[in-house]
């Protein structure tokens, strides 16, 4: 049975979100109220501990208390042989490995979470080696992009995972192809797993939405940046709007669009992005969007 989250659950989890993304806390948490279909984050307290009898259109991100209890058990007596394998340049504080490392479940991912009980897993709970594989393999931070290298011995310098931070209610797809500490990203797909509650109304229409996606950009650029690693980051797309639906004619000029998605693009050229795009083998353009270096976007423009 799947239930809303408590008050206080749900005051957490919009402390994260407007902590990690920079935003106000007041746009986190209507974010938060919409992963759960309701209007606004008095709503969605007003049906704290409630059952959800209908999850059709609710991004449930939270999980269930009764599930983090299943998983301490299960989770303690590999703690030790976890924070042994842990890699200071490969698992960041945000990875799930270095979450559970800390004793800090509360902030897992409901995904996760259900992933490492799921009765389908082949991992071998009496064995910690395969308990950490898994747990690699549900991560939903950065870390993920550096797991994907380091387990790619001959092409180290390539990684192009789906990293689904679920908390946030994100899908990003990216290519990242490094150079020793240098890196340039392409972000080729950025979704929103929520949106509005009501029928017709979009959340690229609300004014955090810009904010939203830039600041999970930032989150990259500064964990690869504390690792040392210093680069480029184009964003292509946000969810069904491609960057090269925004220039009106080649003289740079960009158009207007009125479905707010635009804004994430907007909001990048004005912290210091360029429109960019490379040429494919025939001389086509391709990877078109805003790109800026990870310095600029880890520094400028913070929400207040």
């Not at 994100?170 to 990242?176: F, I, P």
Request: with cysteine; aromatic share 10%; proline share 4%.
């Amino acid at each position: 049975m799947t239930k809303y989250p408590s008050v206080s659950q749900a005051k957490a989890h919009a402390k994260y979100i407007s902590r990690t993304l920079n935003i106000k806390l007041s746009h986190a948490k209507e974010s938060v109220a919409y992963m759960y279909s309701c209007f606004d984050f008095r709503e969605l307290c007003d049906k704290s501990g409630l059952e959800i009898t209908e999850e059709l259109g609710k991004y449930i991100s939270t999980p269930s208390v009764s599930d983090l209890q299943k998983l301490v058990p299960l989770l303690e007596p590999h703690i030790q042989a976890i924070r042994e394998h842990i890699n200071p340049i490969i698992h960041l504080e945000s990875s799930v490995l270095s979450k559970i490392a800390k004793g800090k479940l509360y902030r897992l991912s409901r995904d996760v979470v259900s992933g490492m009980l799921c009765k389908d897993t082949e991992a071998d709970w009496s064995d910690s080696a395969s308990v950490i594989k898994l747990i690699e393999f549900l991560d939903d931070s950065v870390s993920t992009v550096l797991l994907q290298r380091s387990n790619k011995p001959d092409s180290r310098n390539y990684a192009n995972p789906w990293i689904k931070p679920t908390a946030l209610g994100l899908k990003v797809y990216g290519t990242y192809h490094f150079n020793n500490k240098f890196v340039d990203i392409v972000i080729r797909e950025f979704d929103f797993q929520f949106d509005h509650p009501l029928k017709g109304n979009s959340i690229a229409r609300r004014q955090w939405f810009g904010d939203y996606v830039v600041g999970y950009l930032r989150h990259i650029a500064e964990q690869l940046i504390s690792l040392g690693y210093q680069g480029n980051l184009k964003l292509c797309r946000v969810n069904n709007l491609r960057g090269c639906e925004l220039l009106e004619d080649t003289s740079g000029v960009y158009a207007t669009k009125d479905d707010g998605q635009s804004s994430a693009f907007y909001n990048l050229l004005i912290i210091g992005g360029k429109w960019s795009c490379y040429k494919n083998e025939n001389e086509k353009p391709s990877s078109f969007g805003v790109e800026i270096p990870l310095s600029t976007l880890s520094v400028k423009n913070r929400a207040k």
